[in-house]
């Protein structure tokens, strides 16, 4: 176990309101060891693409806020834009967080901490923070996002990788490709919350005011509403069964379009919910939805809702996925062009056994099991070496 130890975390989402696998792995570490989770920086045109990042001009100023005894939140300073086009922008801003950064970690009594990132850029932070031990958990492919420079950021990755002394990846496609330039790579997907999600099976969990008088069947999808998300999928199935309520949880991703889907009258939009709120919407859904396109980025994807879907016990629709084959016993697989007749036949063929069956499979993929796995890998790369 993993004690004692001062960790920087370098996240690419912040802490909250929407929990992923960062917070999930940090917040599950030992109390002995202190964690300063860095949350993502603006740059100065983001506000003018999301509105939402006004606010995250001051947030910086707040400095260092504790969320409980072991962990503390920090946000970065407005960096400059392109940064994910440009590498020499990048330099830029990474010596820019550096100089903040350098600060916080003195004033928290920082010494020889593990730097433990999420982004691919940061490989020019590397040996500014006094850090022992690299690790990079890669959790996506960053070179697929939209609006990226793919080139620029494979090579940033790739001189990051070299670095690390120990590397984690939620996909098999990551894995394969990671493991090229650094041998101590390991294939960790991503996981539930069981104890959280398992309550949507609760007789005692309520049913929310905003979903109670929604008509059933309710096909449901939890999570942000983003661009990877295959809305004409979740349009075409609202289309085909007007007598179907299809009902999306979660907020919505700037520049996402969704006039269409507004325009159908069995579409409910109930925008952006709390985690611990999460098992009471679940409990109603009839059948739950996991509608990714089906491109380079969600092809190397271990999708959190799914897994979460998975302890929640409920009947699951999932496009093909290579980290999702495995489960076809339990959830239905189905390409777009048959996606709507699999949502119609696990309304159908829903059973007890087939419910018993995903719970089982949930409490194999806890995040406890996971994060042990990650803490033996860290001690066996030095972590725990003063």
């Known amino acids: 176990m993993l004690e004692n130890q001062q960790i920087i975390c370098i996240s690419s989402v912040d802490w909250d309101p929407i929990w992923t696998r960062k917070q999930q792995v940090m917040s599950r570490l030992p109390g002995s060891n202190t964690v300063l989770y860095v949350e993502p920086p603006i740059s100065l045109l983001s506000p003018f693409k999301?509105?939402?990042?006004?606010?995250?001009?001051?947030?910086?100023?707040?400095?260092?806020?504790?969320?409980?005894?072991?962990?503390?939140?920090?946000?970065?300073?407005?960096?400059?834009?392109?940064?994910?086009?440009?590498?020499?922008?990048?330099?830029?801003?990474?010596?820019?967080?550096?100089?903040?950064?350098?600060?916080?970690v003195r004033r928290l009594g920082f010494s020889r901490p593990i730097l433990w990132t999420y982004l691919p850029n940061t490989v020019d932070l590397v040996g500014k923070?006094?850090?022992?031990?690299?690790?990079?958990?890669?959790?996506?492919?960053?070179?697929?996002?939209?609006?990226?420079?793919?080139?620029?950021?494979?090579?940033?990755?790739?001189?990051?990788?070299?670095?690390?002394?120990?590397?984690?990846?939620?996909?098999?496609?990551?894995?394969?490709?990671?493991?090229?330039?650094?041998?101590?790579?390991?294939l960790l997907p991503n996981a539930a919350n069981v104890e959280l999600f398992g309550k949507a099976q609760s007789p005692e969990t309520p049913i929310p005011d905003d979903i109670a008088a929604i008509p059933h069947p309710i096909i449901g999808f939890v999570g942000v509403i983003?661009?990877?998300?295959?809305?004409?999928?979740?349009?075409?199935?609202?289309?085909?069964?007007?007598?179907?309520?299809?009902?999306?949880?979660?907020?919505?991703?700037?520049?996402?379009?969704?006039?269409?889907?507004?325009?159908?009258?069995?579409?409910?939009?109930?925008?952006?919910?709390?985690?611990?709120?999460?098992?009471?919407?679940?409990?109603?859904?009839?059948?739950?939805?996991?509608?990714?396109?089906?491109?380079?980025?969600?092809?190397?994807?271990?999708?959190?809702?799914?897994?979460?879907?998975?302890?929640?016990?409920?009947?699951?629709?999932?496009?093909?996925?290579?980290?999702?084959?495995s489960y076809g016993d339990v959830v239905e697989i189905a390409p777009p062009d048959r996606f709507v007749q699999a949502v119609a036949r696990a309304l159908a063929e829903e059973t007890e056994a087939k419910k018993e069956a995903r719970l089982r499979r949930a409490a194999e993929n806890s995040w406890e099991s996971r994060v042990a796995f990650l803490m033996e890998k860290i001690i066996e790369a030095g972590g725990q070496n003063q």
């Not at 407005?78 to 830029?92: D, Q």
């Not at 958990?137 to 990051?160: I, P, W």
């Not at 159908?264 to 999460?278: I, M, P, T």
């Open 226 to 325: 983003q661009d990877w998300v295959d809305l004409s999928l979740i349009e075409s199935t609202a289309k085909a069964h007007p007598d179907w309520s299809v009902v999306l949880v979660g907020p919505v991703g700037p520049g996402v379009e969704l006039q269409s889907l507004k325009d159908c009258a069995n579409v409910h939009f109930l925008g952006r919910r709390d985690q611990a709120e999460l098992p009471k919407y679940l409990k109603v859904f009839d059948v739950c939805l996991n509608p990714f396109r089906l491109n380079e980025l969600t092809r190397t994807v271990s999708p959190l809702k799914f897994y979460e879907y998975l302890a929640s016990g409920k009947p699951i629709v999932t496009v093909p996925m290579p980290e999702i084959e």
């Open 50 to 104: 999301d509105p939402a990042c006004w606010r995250k001009w001051t947030t910086w100023r707040q400095g260092v806020r504790p969320w409980r005894d072991n962990i503390y939140l920090w946000s970065p300073p407005v960096t400059l834009p392109f940064g994910n086009i440009y590498p020499w922008v990048n330099r830029i801003n990474q010596w820019w967080i550096g100089l903040f950064l350098q600060q916080v």
């Open 129 to 186: 923070l006094g850090e022992k031990l690299l690790v990079y958990d890669c959790v996506d492919e960053h070179s697929a996002y939209t609006g990226f420079n793919k080139e620029a950021v494979q090579s940033m990755e790739r001189k990051l990788l070299q670095k690390c002394g120990v590397v984690f990846t939620t996909a098999r496609g990551l894995f394969e490709d990671k493991r090229q330039y650094n041998a101590n790579t390991h």
